[in-house]
């Protein structure tokens, strides 16, 4: 059981850095008119439990605050994740 959570807990902190870089490198990239990273990308990385990192990314970056599908959209799915988190730690308890 540990080695499970060390690798949810190793996961969760990978996929939440991956959301804060890749906001950082859209922003540069938008700002030089270079090649972006799709928002169905930055979409899917907070899907896939890194909500936290595009939140805090967006902000630190002041990228995608502007749009509302971001400013709502990504905390919408941090609430739906921790919901679902709250869900199943009250059905392994």
Same mark, same amino acid.
Request: hydrophobic share 55%; charged share 15%.
């Given at each position: 059981?540990? *080695?499970?959570?060390?690798?949810? /807990?190793?996961?969760?902190? &990978?996929?939440?850095?991956?959301?804060?870089?890749?906001?950082?490198?859209?922003?540069?990239?938008? /700002?030089?008119?270079?090649?972006?990273? %799709?928002?169905? %990308?930055?979409?899917?990385?907070?899907? &896939?439990?890194?909500? /936290?990192?595009?939140?805090?990314?967006?902000?630190?970056?002041?990228?995608? *605050?502007?749009?509302?599908?971001?400013?709502?959209?990504?905390?919408?799915?941090? /609430?739906?994740?921790?919901?679902?988190?709250?869900?199943?730690?009250?059905?392994?308890?």
């Amino acid at each position: 059981m540990k *080695t499970i959570l060390l690798i949810l /807990i190793c996961y969760f902190i &990978i996929v939440n850095l991956a959301g804060f870089v890749i906001m950082g490198v859209d922003k540069k990239r938008a /700002i030089r008119g270079a090649w972006r990273i %799709s928002e169905a %990308s930055l979409f899917l990385t907070a899907l &896939i439990g890194g909500s /936290i990192g595009c939140i805090l990314g967006m902000q630190h970056f002041r990228h995608k *605050t502007k749009h509302w599908y971001f400013k709502y959209g990504m905390p919408a799915i941090l /609430i739906l994740q921790i919901l679902a988190l709250l869900l199943l730690l009250k059905y392994m308890l």
